[in-house]
């Protein structure tokens, strides 16, 4: 068998292997969204090996390449398939991970996970992942040099983020290598060095306009980091960019469901509470309330929950400012407002009261909730 035979059959096992990781991604239960991103790279190496395919069987089976050329080629898809394989390890940890931490504990395992795995593929010797917050201030960093104090750590960082590579990358914001630092001025040596660097890669994690961090990888021999790497690292680090901001999301989503836990608490206890008259008003009708507020209009709860408006049972003279006040309590929902109006007994009597109020979300709308008393 020639040689052409025998590439073309490697190719096609490569080919193979590519689509059963393709099959072993999508199966992946639970995966995120946006890990999916992962299958561009799969499917535009794929095309491109297919297209291959297809010329050499319109010409009766004979290869159309250069054999030395398509060596090349199955040499690189190799490496990316092995590449793909430890990304797709890398999804099916992280996904564990969720499972079982959260907060900034996931955070930190997620990075170092992640770093472990860029250094894994890239062959490289040593890295570092810096996160950036709107400012471009460091919040987080892991490095894989050890035996530092958080002081050395800080120092560090600014000098790298002040005029070495990462500072070029946060510029330009595309990824960089640099295949010899003794001849590039953008290579910072740190000061008592324990590992010698010759060769450097940074690749920037960004989402829309804003960069969220940076990923350094580096190796003692020069032209280290060659084609495909470079693109493989910067596909990773756009795929970190997208759990960053799902990480970002579900805090954030985990603070609102905290804050409304909280204050579905607290309306449950001022509502139950006799002592002061409580009510919830949303878009101006009341839609819950207490007995000792019913008492202090003189009405049944159902009546009052069946009025149009509230603006119906307050004094006229009052009924501007008590308007102005909420209207600025939903503008500020921090804020706890506090105004003196007066109420129209069933009656007929104005009795004046004192109230205090705050913003918040009642069955996911806008609400008010209201304490109030006798003056």
Same mark, same amino acid.
């Given at each position: 068998?020639?040689?052409?035979?025998?590439?073309?059959?490697?190719?096609?096992?490569?080919?193979?292997?590519?689509?059963?990781?393709?099959?072993?991604?999508?199966?992946?239960?639970?995966?995120?969204?946006?890990?999916? !991103?992962?299958?561009?790279?799969?499917?535009?190496?794929?095309?491109?090996?297919?297209?291959?395919?297809? !010329?050499?069987?319109?010409?009766?089976?004979?290869?159309?390449?250069?054999?030395?050329?398509?060596?090349?080629?199955?040499?690189?898809?190799?490496?990316?398939?092995?590449?793909?394989?430890?990304?797709?390890?890398?999804?099916?940890?992280?996904?564990?991970?969720?499972?079982?931490?959260?907060?900034?504990?996931?955070?930190?395992?997620?990075?170092?996970?992640?770093?472990?795995?860029?250094?894994?593929?890239?062959?490289?010797?040593?890295?570092?992942?810096?996160?950036?917050?709107?400012?471009?201030?460091?919040?987080?960093?892991?490095?894989?040099?050890?035996?530092?104090?958080?002081?050395?750590?800080?120092?560090?960082?600014?000098?790298?983020?002040?005029?070495?590579?990462?500072?070029?990358?946060?510029? %330009?914001?595309?990824?960089?290598?640099?295949?010899?630092?003794?001849?590039?001025?953008?290579?910072?040596?740190?000061?008592? !060095?324990?590992? !010698?660097?010759?060769?450097?890669?940074?690749?920037?994690?960004?989402?829309?306009?804003?960069?969220?961090?940076?990923?350094?990888?580096?190796?003692?021999?020069?032209? %280290?980091?060659?084609?495909?790497?470079?693109?493989?690292?910067?596909?990773?680090?756009?795929?970190?960019?997208?759990?960053?901001?799902?990480?970002?999301?579900?805090?954030?989503?985990?603070?609102?469901?905290?804050?409304?836990?909280? %204050?579905?608490?607290?309306?449950?206890?001022?509502?139950?509470?006799?002592?002061?008259?409580?009510?919830?008003?949303?878009?101006?009708?009341?839609?819950?309330?207490?007995?000792?507020?019913?008492?202090?209009?003189?009405?049944?709860?159902?009546?009052?929950?069946?009025?149009?408006?509230?603006?119906?049972?307050?004094?006229?003279?009052?009924?501007?400012?008590?308007?102005?006040?909420?209207?600025?309590?939903?503008?500020?929902?921090?804020?706890?407002?506090?105004?003196?109006?007066?109420?129209?007994?069933?009656?007929?009597?104005?009795?004046?009261?004192?109230?205090?109020?705050?913003?918040?979300?009642?069955?996911?709308?806008?609400?008010?909730?209201?304490?109030?008393?006798?003056?």
């Amino acid at each position: 068998m020639d040689n052409q035979t025998l590439l073309k059959e490697a190719l096609t096992d490569e080919l193979g292997s590519l689509y059963k990781n393709i099959t072993q991604l999508t199966d992946v239960k639970s995966l995120p969204e946006d890990d999916l !991103q992962l299958l561009r790279g799969l499917v535009s190496v794929l095309q491109f090996a297919a297209q291959q395919m297809t !010329q050499q069987q319109a010409s009766g089976g004979k290869l159309t390449a250069d054999v030395t050329a398509l060596r090349d080629k199955v040499a690189q898809l190799q490496q990316e398939n092995a590449a793909y394989k430890k990304q797709l390890q890398w999804i099916q940890d992280r996904v564990a991970l969720s499972r079982t931490s959260t907060g900034k504990m996931q955070l930190k395992a997620t990075l170092k996970q992640t770093l472990d795995i860029a250094r894994d593929i890239a062959g490289a010797s040593s890295g570092s992942i810096f996160l950036l917050n709107d400012a471009q201030v460091v919040t987080e960093c892991i490095l894989t040099r050890s035996g530092t104090t958080e002081r050395e750590r800080q120092s560090l960082v600014g000098q790298v983020l002040e005029k070495g590579l990462a500072s070029w990358v946060v510029e %330009h914001r595309k990824a960089e290598t640099i295949t010899d630092t003794r001849l590039d001025s953008r290579w910072v040596n740190l000061p008592d !060095q324990p590992y !010698q660097v010759r060769s450097a890669m940074c690749a920037p994690m960004v989402s829309g306009n804003r960069i969220l961090g940076i990923m350094t990888l580096t190796h003692p021999e020069p032209k %280290h980091f060659q084609p495909p790497m470079p693109d493989l690292i910067g596909a990773m680090a756009d795929q970190m960019a997208l759990v960053l901001e799902n990480t970002k999301f579900q805090t954030a989503n985990q603070d609102l469901e905290r804050r409304l836990s909280q %204050h579905q608490e607290f309306c449950h206890q001022v509502l139950t509470m006799e002592t002061v008259g409580a009510v919830m008003l949303q878009n101006k009708k009341i839609v819950q309330l207490n007995g000792r507020a019913a008492e202090l209009f003189g009405r049944e709860p159902d009546e009052l929950m069946g009025l149009p408006s509230m603006t119906s049972i307050i004094a006229y003279e009052d009924l501007e400012r008590v308007r102005a006040v909420i209207l600025q309590c939903r503008t500020n929902p921090n804020q706890i407002f506090a105004i003196e109006f007066g109420i129209t007994h069933k009656s007929g009597q104005v009795i004046p009261i004192t109230a205090q109020g705050i913003a918040l979300d009642f069955q996911s709308q806008p609400a008010v909730m209201m304490v109030m008393n006798k003056i």
